[in-house]
C-alpha cells in the first residue's frame, strides 16, 4: 500500500472524521471567543480607558466572560463536538452518550474539577483533552459492541431508551474507572499533578533549554503545525511553552533597553505572532490572499472573502477549516513551508539591523502593520509584515491551484459515482441513501445537499424547456426539466437531487420553488403563443403525499395566471401504484381547475392500467424504453400501438419521448402516435433559447421537420 493510499485511509477513518468535524462545529465558539479576546485587549488606550469605565468596567467583564467560555475553555468546547461527531459516525442510538462519556472520563483522569491549580478546560489543555476524547469514545463504541451479547441486560416490552441506556451501563462504568485509575497512577508516580495535563508537560520538557536558539524557534513552529495538520489546536496545545519559554525574551530585551544597551533576543512568542503567524496559524493571511489571487473556485473564493475580516484578526480558524487544509495532504507543504520560511527571512532581517528586535509584548489578535508597529516600535516592523505576506501568499498560490484540481476531481467522481448509483437504484427500484453515513460518498453527498438548499435560496436551480411537436410541426407544448449548474462539478442529474432533496427534508422547498418558476417562466412565453398549448412538470409520489400539496399548487397557479398555457402534472408509472383514494379525490378537484395529469414512463403495468380505466389521467407518455427499441423489436411496436389505441379510447393523449430521428418519427406516427419530444426536434433549452426557439416554429401546419 502506497503512502497516498495509507493517507487516504486515515482522511476517511472515523478518528479524522471526527476531528475533522468537531473541528468545525468548534468553529462558531473560536470566532466568538477570538473576537471577544480582541475587543479586551485592543491596543488603543483611549479605547482601554472607556471600557474600564463604562458602567464600571461591566463591558469589559461581559467580553471576558464571553472568552473563557468559549476560546477559554476550548478543552471543554472540543470534547463536547469532537464526541458528538464520532458519535454520529459510530452509533446513532448511543450519540447523546458519546459526549458525557467523554467529559467524565476527562475529568477522571485529571482527578475531579476541584483542588485543581490550573483550570483544566483551557486552551492548553487542549492536547490532553482531544486525546482523552478519543480513547474514551473508542472504547465506549467497543464495549456496546461487546455489552449487545449480554441478552439479559435487555428488559422485554420495558422502554427502548431504558434498554439502550442499561446496555451502557457497564461500558460507562468500565470506562470511567480506567480514566480515574490511570490519571491516579500517572499523578503518583510523577509525583506533579502539572503531567495530568501531559500535552504542555512534555513540550515544555522538550523545548526547555533551547528556547532561546534559531533550532528551537523552527522545532516550535514545525510542531505547531503538524499539530494543526493531525486536526490539533497546535498554537493553543503549545501555548504554554511560547507563554512560559518563549515570551520572557521580551523582558530581557526591556531590561537591556533600560540600562542604555541594545536588545539581543531575537525569538519570542511576540515574535512569532507578529512576523510568522500573520493571520493565525500556517501565515493564513497569506493564504486567504492567494485564494483571492488564485483560486478559480467561486466556493473558495467565497471562503476567502468570509474569512479576510478574521484573518485580518489573526483568527485563523474559517480559512484553515473552510479550504480545508486539515488533513490536506496537498497543502500540508505550504502550510509548513511558509511560517518556516518567514522565521527565517524575520531572524536574518532582524539580526542584520534591518528591523528592531521585539522590545514589546503585543496581544496576537492586534491586526497586521499595527502589531508590527507596536512590537518594534519602528515602521520597519509593518514593512517586514508586508514583505513577508507577500512571500507567504507566492509560496501558496502554486499549491492552491493543486489542490483545488485534485479536490474538483474527487468531488466530480464522487457526483459521477452517485449519478450510477442512482440510475441503478432506480432501474431496480432500491434507489441509495446517499445521506446514510455507510454510504461511501456521504460527505460529498452532505455537501451537494447543502450546496443545493442554499441554491434553491439564492434562484439557481433553473428550469429548462424540451418541445412537444405536434406532427403537422406545431407546436404542442414543452417540459419543464430541473437543471443545475454546481460551480465545481456542472450539471448533475435531476434524480440525485431530488433524491438529495428528499433525504435532507427540503423536497418540498424544492418542488414548490419549480412549480412556482414553471409559473412565472408561462407568464413569460405566453405573448408569444396565439393558441393553448400544455406545460407539463414533473413531480414524485413523495411529493403528492405531502400535506397540503395540491392546495399549494392551485394557489402558485392561480398566482400566476397564463391564459394560453395549461398546466399538466406528470407522475411516473410507479408513483401511480402509490396514489390512495384520497389522493385521487385531490386529483379530481385539480383537474376541475383546469390542471391536468399524465403518466410518464407508461408501459403495460397492470396498477397503471387501473389507473386510466378510472380516468385520473388526461395523457400517457410512452416509456422511453418502449419507444427506443421501435426500430429493432417487432414486439415494442405492437406493445405502443396496443398503449395509443386504448389511450384514444380512453380519450388519453399519447406522447413519445426520446424521438431522436425522422425515421422513429415516421414510425410512431404509423402507429398513431402524433406528439413528440426528442432531440430530433429540440434539446432542453434554458427559457430564453426556448422562447427563440418558439419563434422559428410553424404558426399553422405546414411543416413536419424541426427548423
Request: net charge negative; with cysteine; hydrophobic share 45%.
Amino acid at each position: 500500500m502506497n503512502f497516498r493510499k495509507i493517507i487516504s485511509r486515515f482522511q476517511n477513518s472515523i478518528f479524522a472524521r471526527s476531528i475533522r468535524h468537531g473541528l468545525t462545529l468548534a468553529i462558531p465558539f473560536l470566532i466568538m471567543g477570538s473576537f471577544s479576546l480582541l475587543l479586551y485587549n485592543f491596543p488603543i488606550d483611549s479605547y482601554q480607558i472607556f471600557l474600564a469605565s463604562w458602567l464600571d468596567g461591566a463591558a469589559a467583564e461581559l467580553l471576558n466572560t464571553i472568552y473563557m467560555i468559549s476560546l477559554g475553555s476550548l478543552a471543554l468546547v472540543l470534547t463536547i463536538t469532537i464526541s458528538i461527531s464520532y458519535g454520529q459516525l459510530a452509533e446513532t442510538d448511543q450519540l447523546l452518550l458519546y459526549p458525557v462519556v467523554s467529559v467524565c472520563s476527562y475529568l477522571a483522569f485529571c482527578g475531579g474539577i476541584e483542588d485543581q491549580t490550573d483550570y483544566i478546560f483551557s486552551a492548553e489543555w487542549v492536547f490532553t483533552a482531544m486525546c482523552i476524547t478519543l480513547l474514551s469514545c473508542i472504547l465506549f463504541q467497543r464495549l456496546l459492541k461487546l455489552g449487545r451479547r449480554f441478552e439479559r441486560l435487555h428488559t422485554t416490552g420495558a422502554d427502548y431508551l431504558f434498554n439502550t441506556s442499561i446496555q451502557s451501563l457497564i461500558p460507562v462504568i468500565a470506562i470511567t474507572l480506567l480514566f480515574t485509575i490511570t490519571g491516579y497512577f500517572v499523578r503518583i508516580t510523577w509525583s506533579d499533578s502539572n503531567i495530568t495535563n501531559f500535552g504542555s508537560y512534555l513540550f515544555l520538557e522538550l523545548f526547555d533549554g533551547i528556547s532561546g536558539n534559531l533550532f528551537g524557534i523552527l522545532l516550535y513552529v514545525i510542531i505547531t503545525h503538524v499539530l494543526w495538520l493531525l486536526g490539533i489546536h497546535g498554537t493553543n496545545t503549545l501555548e504554554a511553552v511560547s507563554r512560559q519559554l518563549f515570551e520572557q525574551n521580551v523582558g530581557i530585551n526591556q531590561a537591556l533597553m533600560t540600562a542604555g544597551n541594545l536588545p539581543t533576543e531575537i525569538y519570542s512568542k511576540t515574535f512569532l505572532d507578529t512576523f510568522v503567524f500573520l493571520g493565525g496559524c500556517g501565515t493564513a493571511l497569506s493564504f486567504v490572499l492567494a485564494l483571492c489571487i488564485a483560486s478559480k473556485q467561486s466556493h473558495n473564493r467565497k471562503i476567502a472573502h468570509v474569512a479576510l475580516p478574521s484573518v485580518l484578526f489573526n483568527i485563523s480558524e474559517i480559512a484553515v477549516f473552510g479550504f480545508p487544509i486539515i488533513f490536506n495532504l496537498t497543502m500540508a507543504a505550504p502550510f509548513i513551508i511558509t511560517p518556516v520560511i518567514l522565521t527565517l527571512t524575520s531572524a536574518l532581517a532582524i539580526s542584520l539591523g534591518l528591523v528592531p528586535a521585539v522590545t514589546q509584548s503585543v496581544e496576537w489578535t492586534v491586526p497586521v502593520l499595527l502589531s508590527g508597529f507596536k512590537a518594534t516600535g519602528s515602521i520597519a516592523g509593518s514593512l517586514m509584515q508586508l514583505f513577508n505576506l507577500v512571500i507567504g501568499a507566492l509560496i501558496y498560490i502554486p499549491f492552491i491551484k493543486r489542490s483545488e484540481k485534485l479536490e474538483t476531481g474527487k468531488f466530480t467522481q464522487a457526483i459521477h459515482q452517485m449519478e450510477a448509483d442512482m440510475a441503478a437504484g432506480e432501474k431496480h427500484g432500491n434507489p441509495p441513501s446517499f445521506l446514510s453515513h455507510d454510504y461511501p460518498c456521504y460527505y460529498y453527498a452532505k455537501n451537494l445537499a447543502m450546496d443545493l438548499q442554499n441554491a434553491i435560496k439564492r434562484g439557481q436551480v433553473q428550469l429548462y424547456y424540451q418541445a412537444q411537436i405536434s406532427h403537422d410541426g406545431t407546436l404542442h407544448g414543452m417540459e419543464a426539466l430541473l437543471r443545475w449548474k454546481h460551480p465545481v462539478t456542472g450539471f448533475i442529474a435531476p434524480p440525485v437531487l431530488v433524491g438529495l432533496a428528499y433525504e435532507n427534508g427540503f423536497l418540498d422547498e424544492l418542488g414548490y420553488y419549480l412549480i412556482k418558476r414553471a409559473c412565472m417562466d408561462a407568464q413569460t412565453m405566453e405573448e408569444l403563443l396565439k393558441k393553448d398549448v400544455y406545460l407539463s412538470v414533473n413531480i414524485s409520489s413523495k411529493q403528492i403525499k405531502s400535506n397540503g400539496f395540491f392546495d399549494t399548487v392551485l394557489t402558485l397557479i392561480r398566482q400566476y395566471p397564463a391564459d394560453h398555457i395549461r398546466p399538466v402534472f406528470e407522475i411516473t408509472e410507479r408513483a401511480a401504484m402509490e396514489i390512495s383514494d384520497d389522493l385521487k379525490n385531490e386529483m379530481e378537484h385539480l383537474r376541475s381547475q383546469g390542471v391536468e395529469f399524465s403518466l410518464d414512463d407508461f408501459g403495460m403495468g397492470h396498477n397503471s392500467l387501473i389507473q386510466l380505466q378510472e380516468g385520473s389521467f388526461d395523457e400517457v407518455k410512452l416509456d422511453g424504453n418502449l419507444v427506443s427499441q421501435l426500430m429493432t423489436n417487432k414486439r415494442s411496436r405492437e406493445i405502443v400501438s396496443g398503449i395509443i389505441k386504448m389511450a384514444r379510447n380512453l380519450n388519453c393523449r399519447t406522447v413519445a419521448e426520446f424521438v431522436e430521428t425522422a425515421e422513429l418519427r415516421d414510425v410512431l406516427s404509423e402507429l398513431g402516435c402524433s406528439i413528440y419530444q426528442g432531440y430530433y426536434y429540440s434539446r432542453p433549452l434554458p427559457l430564453e433559447d426556448f422562447m427563440d426557439y418558439i419563434t422559428r416554429l410553424p404558426k399553422e401546419g405546414n411543416a413536419s421537420d424541426p427548423q
